[in-house]
């Protein structure tokens, strides 16, 4: 009778933890690799989402994304990686950078060095990013961006970089620095640099003055990469090419080799 009684106990406990077992695992969002589970993933991650402190607003903008296809698609056929540098900079467009870039210094050369006084980077550098990432500001993207960054968050390639980028998207939505139908580029990336949003989240300034930060502003976004770049390490006064202090720093922008060269190559032919 004893061991009748101990074994009952011992299989309630078993299933005890079993249960607690199973509620763990359903508390915590799981990715997939499809979107068939993407509607069924949201309600776990909304609960995510609101411990790390998004509110309603942005926890309404996750329950209304949607599967993003595009995204899914084009992360899943990135060609830079595979490109040579030549060929990169050809497909860039970047002699039609470096010539722009550098009328654009031209026409504004105490607003570059003011940014550059008050971050150390120099105006090369911001301009061939503004260039390389959206032709200064004449496409900023088609994809909305908080279905983009909610989608590669659900995916299970890289949930766990995407994760931070999701939970920022959904913050900026609560501080109204953008809405659920905001569009940028396909990976979720907004503005005239293409900020990831837990990036424009931690390093967005307010370069104009008027009190919110727009990444959509081209003042906003060139002092908010300013920042980025000089809160990353960028050391005043130091060279940015390959070997050079700088270039480390220029990596944190973008993982990709042939976009690190790009950058350094077409930020000294603008500064000249």
Known sequence: MVGEIGMTNLGKLLAGLTLSACMATTAVAQCGNTGSGFEGWKP???????????????????????????????????????????????????????????????????????????????????????????????????????SAIVTLTYDCRRSDFFKPHAIGALKLVDQGSITASTKGAKHGELGHTQFLPGNALTYGVDGNGDGRVDLYNQTDALSSTANFLRQKGWKPGKGYQEGQPNFKVIKQWNAATVYQQAIAIMGAKIDG
């Open 44 to 146: 776990g991650f909304a609960k995510e989402a609101k411990r790390a402190g998004v509110g309603k607003r942005g926890l309404d903008a996750l329950a209304s994304a949607k599967y993003a296809t595009r995204t899914i698609a084009a992360d899943r056929n990135q060609k830079s990686f595979r490109y040579s540098l030549p060929k990169f900079l050809e497909i860039r467009g970047a002699n039609t950078i470096i010539a722009q870039g550098r009328k654009r210094k031209a026409r504004n050369p105490d607003y570059f060095a003011a940014l550059e006084r008050q971050y150390g980077v120099p105006a090369g550098v911001l301009i061939a990013i503004h260039g390389m990432e959206t032709a200064f500001g004449n496409y900023m993207g088609d994809s909305a961006v908080v």
